[in-house]
C-alpha cells in the first residue's frame, strides 16, 4: 500500500528536505504540497491522503487554523502531525485540541518524526495485510 503524505510548509528547503527524508526513510508518497491556509485546506478535503504534515506560521495564514477547518471532515486513518519551530507545552496543547495527533519541534525532534511515520506506516500496512489462512478443518469419516 502506498502511503500519502500532503505538507503544508511555506519554506521551500525545508518542504523538499522533509519530503525526500519521508521518502527513502519513512517510504511515504507525497501527493501534494501547500504555502498557505487557504490552499491546504482546499486541497486537504478534495483529496485523498494519508499524513498531513503542518507548519503552524504560514506565508498566509496559520497551521492552526488549518488543523481546526478540517477536524471533523477528516477519514478515519487519516493523520494530523504539527511540525514548528513553535512547539512550546500551550502550543502543543493547542494543537493536540484541534486535532492534531502529533507534535514535533522542527529544529530538535526531526529524527522522531521519521520515526513516527515509519511507525504510522507500519501499523497501516500490518492492518492491511490478509489475514494468515487457517488450515482446512478436517471433518472425521461419517460411520459405516
Not at 527524508?21 to 485546506?41: I, Q, R, S
Not at 522542527?106 to 500490518?126: D, F, G, I, N, W
Not at 494468515?132 to 472425521?140: H, I, Q, R
Amino acid at each position: 500500500m502506498t502511503f500519502r503524505a500532503f505538507i503544508v510548509e511555506d519554506s521551500s528547503t525545508i518542504r523538499d528536505n522533509l519530503i525526500e527524508t519521508l521518502k527513502e526513510l519513512a517510504h511515504f508518497e507525497p501527493v501534494g504540497t501547500a504555502e498557505t491556509e487557504h490552499d491546504a485546506k482546499r486541497w486537504l478535503t478534495t483529496n485523498d491522503w494519508d499524513l498531513c504534515i503542518i507548519d503552524l506560521f504560514l506565508r498566509e495564514g496559520s497551521g492552526l487554523n488549518v488543523l481546526e477547518s478540517v477536524r471533523g471532515k477528516r477519514k478515519p486513518g487519516q493523520k494530523f502531525v504539527v511540525l514548528s519551530n513553535h512547539s512550546s507545552r500551550d502550543v502543543r496543547w493547542r494543537c493536540k485540541q484541534l486535532g492534531a495527533d502529533a507534535c514535533f519541534d522542527k529544529s530538535t525532534e526531526l529524527e522522531a518524526l521519521v520515526e513516527y511515520c515509519s511507525r504510522l506506516r507500519e501499523q497501516v500496512q500490518a492492518q492491511d495485510a490478509p489475514a494468515a489462512t487457517k488450515p482446512a478443518t478436517v471433518l472425521p469419516a461419517a460411520p459405516a
